[in-house]
């Protein structure tokens, strides 16, 4: 059961009574999902790569779609093109989605977020979006992506999505030189990303949560 909340920077998110867990985290939606994957993840690769034509991002979470149409909004602002896919194996339908999405949502924005699934969709001349309707745990590796933003649930509330199988899955999917990041700092989560070959680091967190997690793949 799906309950809409308004959180601490005036964006909405879910709270699913189910798992126990919210969508985004109740100090802000908005501001953890621009600190954590806009500005820790995209943008810091794009600051390391600025000739490359191209960012290729894979998000493990569709959710709300809130950081798809942040990243189109990076795209458009900053003139760079990116390919972004999605993965999600229970999608919210579009109806739930409007309830708590953006209040500012453009024509091309809302096509983010009720364009049919397992299609490919241009949205802009800076942003194409593939939405992936599936078990992340089916994914067999035909492409690699820069960035990987891993949002799913809390470690409580989905352990299986933080453990070494799940995390040597999204790993795998990077480049080399390749950003992972995501806003745990669980220990465990951290000492498996090392394991898997991949440097860490903690890094400052969004509102409420000291401390997140950022990996380059070497």
Same mark, same amino acid.
């Given at each position: 059961?799906? !309950? *809409? +909340? ?7 998110? @879910?709270?699913? %009574? ?6 985004? #985290? ?52 900053? !003139? *760079? +093109? ?7 194996? @229970?999608?919210? %339908? ?6 708590? #999405? ?117």
């Amino acid at each position: 059961m799906l !309950k *809409k +909340i308004t959180t601490q920077d005036g964006s909405c998110s @879910f709270y699913d %009574s189910v798992i126990k867990e919210t969508y985004h #985290s109740k100090n802000g939606a908005l501001t953890e999902s621009l600190h954590v994957y806009i500005s820790k993840g995209l943008d810091y690769w794009i600051n390391l790569n600025q000739k490359l034509e191209l960012c290729k991002v894979f998000e493990m979470g569709f959710g709300t779609g809130l950081n798809a149409v942040l990243t189109k909004r990076f795209s458009e602002v900053n !003139k *760079k +093109i990116i390919s972004y896919s999605s993965i999600e194996k @229970f999608p919210l %339908s579009f109806d739930q989605i409007k309830t708590v #999405s953006l209040k500012d949502l453009s024509p091309n924005e809302n096509k983010i977020l009720n364009s049919l699934w397992n299609e490919i969709h241009e949205i802009s001349p800076f942003f194409k979006i593939h939405k992936i309707h599936d078990d992340f745990f089916n994914i067999i590796n035909k492409d690699f992506y820069d960035v990987i933003f891993y949002d799913p649930f809390a470690y409580h509330a989905q352990p299986y999505m933080w453990s070494e199988k799940a995390l040597k899955i999204s790993t795998n999917l990077l480049k080399k030189n390749g950003v992972w990041v995501s806003y745990c700092a669980k220990g465990e989560v951290r000492r498996i990303l090392e394991r898997l070959g991949l440097c860490v680091e903690r890094i400052s967190g969004p509102p409420g949560k000291r401390e997140m997690l950022r990996a380059i793949k070497n």
